[in-house]
């Protein structure tokens, strides 16, 4: 118990030991960091005073009848087991110090005792207590974080709660495909990333080679601060009204949501009690789900603006339906006309989506991008309107590049660059060459496969790939070395049964992902790129 509630001799990876005050002050006694950090979530989970939350507009999907009786079903047993085995045995212990393989090894023992306790606790819509004390750790987002925006705080919940967090959540993602606007693919069994990728890229490559005509177009790419840390309690609580859920449920959630008491983990100690007004935890089972129902509202307030022909959206081609946003999680993609009336119309729908929700628009992370036939001034005077400084065409969404022109190869050679620097990362290490075919068949291979979703890679960049792979599983770390390689790389990639290693021909698996997507429009011709 002790090793994991007070840390490991790994736990420095992650110690603060400078940091920038907001008054540019840098601080680094031990005390003043620890003070700084307490007043940073305080401050964070405060409920702001411009919240003044109106009623929310817009129309919502409802949940039926028969659905809310499904919502509101006693909990089994089976449900439970269900839920913990789920999830993975080795996911990090919470403010208790027990992890999920523990429960999982001896479930036969303690299962009905948590089965129990999370069907009384479903029951009476209350939690046992303490229950809710989650414990926060911070995650650096970049090599040197020099103030407390660049750390992410990482919910570790007790390991009994989320359990119980995890039957909520199995019981809701079920019922969001019905919910849930198609221009959300996040969370939601049967929509996928790569849908908004495709959409958004085409939508962009239109709006590259419009370069004529009296309208134009304007790609607007949101950056949200603090996403979930900063979510407006009463705000969820009237979706959750607006769509229908039962008021039994509404209270379960709000239970689930209201109830946490933080401490921060810090330096080997707990700082807290921290009593949040909002936010969502990062670690919580329920939480992905419960934010794609509140980016509802803004989706809701945008559809509504389109009701009204406020908002145009872009259209490809003729007889393509308009595409005026896409959302995954927090990443937004907002498509309206480049005329002032609706700049003005998506800057309000934005001002009130943060006035009710909290969510805070970063326009200064934000980006822009124009089709060819606006003027420069319009341009600039866009810029200026919004506050957005960055230029989108050059900018990747959700992990990939949102616009290629003619030099794909150049555009995609980060896939190149990312391998190379995976593969040095591993030269301090004393490899055989079956320890060097796993990393290979694992870790390389994989690397590419998400743009292979995506994208046809140039061959000659294929042949780069296998060419790196090869000099690795030959040469080592002097890999990019020339030398003998004693067998054909078609030799290798053949399967094992053949006499080969099994490597991936990178060029067939890369149109097999495509296939793979061409089949999904034609079998689901109702999902996000079917439909566009």
Request: net charge positive; proline share 4%; glycine share 8%.
């Amino acid at each position: 118990m002790k090793p994991s509630r007070k840390g490991c001799c790994t736990s420095g990876l992650r110690r603060i030991n400078l940091n920038r005050k907001e008054d540019g002050v840098w601080c680094t006694d031990r005390v003043d960091l620890g003070a700084m950090v307490t007043d940073y979530f305080l401050s964070l989970f405060q409920v702001s005073e411009q919240n003044r939350l109106t009623d929310v507009r817009g129309e919502f999907s409802q949940v039926i009848e028969t659905q809310n009786q499904a919502l509101l079903q006693p909990i089994s047993p089976e449900e439970v087991k269900t839920a913990v085995f789920d999830m993975h045995p080795e996911k990090s212990p919470g403010s208790d110090g027990m992890n999920l393989a523990f429960f999982q090894i001896y479930w036969d023992i303690v299962g009905p005792e948590i089965s129990g306790l999370c069907a009384n606790m479903f029951e009476t819509r209350k939690l046992a207590d303490n229950i809710n004390i989650t414990n926060i750790v911070l995650i650096p987002q970049k090599d040197k974080p020099e103030c407390m925006g660049d750390w992410r705080p990482i919910a570790l919940c007790n390991v009994v709660y989320k359990f119980f967090s995890k039957v909520l959540a199995n019981r809701l993602k079920g019922m969001l495909d019905n919910l849930v606007v198609e221009c959300q693919s996040a969370f939601i069994p049967g929509r996928s990333i790569i849908d908004n990728i495709i959409v958004a890229f085409e939508t962009q490559h239109f709006l590259k080679r419009k370069s004529t005509g009296k309208e134009g177009f304007i790609a607007l790419k949101l950056d949200m601060s603090k996403a979930y840390d900063k979510v407006d309690w009463s705000f969820l609580d009237k979706i959750l009204i607006k769509m229908g859920f039962h008021g039994c449920w509404v209270r379960m959630i709000m239970e689930c949501v209201k109830t946490v008491k933080y401490y921060i983990q810090f330096d080997g100690d707990f700082l807290g009690p921290i009593i949040p007004g909002r936010g969502l935890r990062q670690g919580d089972p329920v939480s992905p789900y419960l934010f794609i129902l509140i980016a509802e509202g803004l989706s809701a307030l945008i559809r509504q603006a389109e009701k009204q022909r406020n908002i145009h959206g872009v259209a490809v081609c003729r007889r393509a339906p308009r595409v005026s946003h896409l959302f995954f999680v927090d990443d937004s993609f907002l498509f309206f006309k480049a005329n002032m009336i609706e700049c003005t119309a998506v800057k309000e729908i934005l001002k009130e989506y943060e006035d009710n929700s909290g969510q805070a628009v970063n326009f200064t992370k934000s980006t822009l991008s124009f089709s060819p036939n606006i003027q420069e001034d319009f341009k600039g005077y866009c810029r200026n309107f919004f506050g957005v400084l960055q230029d989108g065409d050059n900018q990747r969404y959700l992990g990939l590049p949102s616009l290629i022109g003619r030099g794909k190869r150049a555009i995609l050679g980060f896939l190149r660059d990312r391998i190379v620097q995976r593969i040095k990362s591993w030269n301090n290490r004393f490899l055989s060459r079956a320890g060097r075919a796993v990393l290979l068949r694992n870790v390389v291979q994989a690397m590419p496969t998400y743009a292979m979703n995506v994208f046809l890679l140039p061959r000659d960049l294929c042949d780069e790939i296998e060419k790196l792979m090869n000099g690795f599983w030959w040469k080592g770390s002097k890999f990019e070395q020339r030398g003998i390689r004693w067998r054909r790389w078609e030799a290798l990639r053949k399967p094992k049964g053949l006499g080969g290693l099994g490597f991936r021909k990178l060029r067939e698996f890369n149109l097999a992902m495509l296939a793979k997507q061409g089949w999904r429009i034609l079998s689901r011709p109702d999902n996000l790129m079917g439909v566009y």
